[in-house]
């Protein structure tokens, strides 16, 4: 029965390819092609991963950074409202994303490689600036340690001994 149920879970999932890129290997006879392509994988209920994978052929690579995604999925906390909990900044290499929650009604304002991401961690209301690099791999890397980053206030609060009330106390916004 686990087969099945992994099927299930699978079938949920939906994939994007942010993008594919060729790279080479040098080596005595020449260059040695292959493809680079990089996957996220998520059920919009907060559940999303990213993976990569190489080969010689576009599919091959494309299923490759799919298992991979499946292996290293995190869990996204997500507001009723669509957003996140609150602001966070991802840093990955000389990439830098800061991530801001949104009112209702404003979408997913993200720069092209990361939007995948948010959707599909079903985020719906957000704003995010990439303020470091310009390289796709880095900005969704920075993206992703962001939103593993997140936590829910009521969480916070319990594991600070206190209730979310109380932890508001004194805060002038």
């Given at each position: 029965?686990?087969?099945?149920?992994?099927?299930?879970?699978?079938?949920?999932?939906?994939?994007?390819?942010?993008?594919?890129?060729?790279?080479?290997?040098?080596?005595?006879?020449?260059?040695?092609?292959?493809?680079?392509?990089?996957?996220?994988?998520?059920?919009?209920?907060?559940?999303?991963?990213?993976?990569?994978?190489?080969?010689?052929?576009?599919?091959?690579?494309?299923?490759?950074?799919?298992?991979?995604?499946?292996?290293?999925?995190?869990?996204?906390?997500?507001?009723?409202?669509?957003?996140?909990?609150?602001?966070?900044?991802?840093?990955?290499?000389?990439?830098?994303?800061?991530?801001?929650?949104?009112?209702?009604?404003?979408?997913?304002?993200?720069?092209?490689?990361?939007?995948?991401?948010?959707?599909?961690?079903?985020?719906?209301?957000?704003?995010?600036?990439?303020?470091?690099?310009?390289?796709?791999?880095?900005?969704?890397?920075?993206?992703?340690?962001?939103l593993k980053e997140l936590?829910?206030?009521?969480?916070?609060?319990?594991?600070?001994?206190?209730?979310?009330?109380?932890?508001?106390?004194?805060?002038?916004?």
């Amino acid at each position: 029965m686990p087969r099945d149920r992994k099927r299930q879970e699978d079938s949920d999932l939906q994939e994007r390819v942010i993008f594919i890129h060729r790279v080479s290997k040098t080596v005595k006879g020449g260059r040695r092609m292959s493809l680079l392509a990089l996957v996220a994988v998520g059920d919009g209920k907060g559940n999303v991963g990213l993976g990569m994978g190489k080969s010689a052929e576009v599919p091959q690579a494309i299923s490759k950074a799919v298992e991979d995604a499946k292996k290293n999925m995190f869990h996204v906390p997500v507001t009723d409202e669509g957003t996140i909990p609150h602001e966070v900044e991802g840093h990955y290499g000389a990439g830098r994303v800061l991530i801001k929650p949104a009112i209702e009604g404003t979408g997913v304002i993200a720069g092209g490689p990361v939007r995948p991401l948010f959707e599909l961690a079903g985020i719906t209301n957000v704003l995010s600036k990439s303020l470091g690099t310009s390289n796709a791999l880095n900005m969704v890397k920075a993206a992703a340690e962001g939103l593993k980053e997140l936590e829910m206030p009521a969480d916070t609060a319990e594991r600070r001994g206190m209730t979310v009330a109380e932890m508001f106390v004194g805060k002038e916004n």
